[in-house]
């Protein structure tokens, strides 16, 4: 039900952007919505989220590099990442929570080549 899209191949210290599109019937009353990412062998972490459009949290790791942000009149949640990291490789998801459900898009595999 979410769609990621964006993800690809960049080079160290470059910038991407992942876009994450959503139904109204979840975007709508969605209480977080974020981006996560997964390496294999490691369990799924946060990269960014919002909360109830009061709050962004990021991952130490991300801080200052990567912004997330929303569009409510298209339905998308974007993460802008800049000074791409080889560590920032991983498949990225995004995902949103509107209690109790969860919903996950299909995931999007970034990769950074040093």
């Known amino acids: 039900q979410l769609q990621a899209s964006g993800g690809g191949l960049v080079q160290a210290g470059g910038p991407l952007r992942l876009s994450c599109s959503a139904p109204g019937s979840i975007f709508d009353i969605a209480e977080v919505m974020g981006w996560y990412r997964q390496v294999p062998g490691r369990e799924r972490e946060l990269v960014a989220e919002i909360i109830k459009e009061a709050e962004w949290n990021y991952a130490s790791s991300v801080k200052g590099r990567f912004a997330i942000s929303r569009d409510n009149a298209k339905k998308t949640v974007t993460l802008q990442m800049n000074s791409l990291k080889p560590e920032d490789t991983a498949v990225y998801y995004c995902?949103?929570?509107?209690?109790?459900?969860?919903?996950w898009g299909q995931g999007t595999l970034v990769t950074v080549s040093s």
């Open positions: 995902g949103m929570r509107a209690d109790p459900y969860s919903y």
